[in-house]
Nanobody, 122 residues
């Protein structure tokens, strides 16, 4: 199994940027990766996903055009570049992994990180 550890969260003003990282152990290149987020009082929601070789990506409508997911299979890391952040982006962000080659957008991942807090002030 792969173990995941997110980093890069913090407090930023609206319009600012953050880059989240998720370091993985194990056979990283076998896994499709995703980012999810959960705001207080809300259910966890899909943000972005990338397939195992990094060619295919998918985004939720709420972040499309502002967030970019990427991965470095040699460095066992997946990234989420977040630009033009909005207060509605405030949440705990989780990375997730699932064995397979295709993008997965549903909450069916098998491995999860502990999460990193992102707070966007207005």
């Amino acid at each position: 199994q792969v173990q995941l550890a997110e980093s890069g969260g913090g407090l930023v003003q609206a319009g600012g940027s953050l880059r989240l990282s998720c370091a993985a152990s194990g056979p990283f290149s076998r896994y499709t990766m995703g980012w999810f987020r959960q705001a207080p009082g809300s259910e966890r929601e899909f943000v972005a996903a990338i397939n195992s070789n990094g060619i295919s990506t998918y985004y939720s409508n709420s972040v499309k055009g502002r967030f970019t997911i990427s991965r470095d299979n040699g460095g066992n890391t997946v990234y989420l570049q977040m630009n033009n952040l909005k207060p509605d982006d405030t949440a705990v962000y989780y990375c997730a992994a699932k064995v397979g080659t295709s993008v997965v957008t549903t909450d069916t991942y098998h491995n999860w990180g502990q999460g990193t807090q992102v707070t966007v002030s207005s």
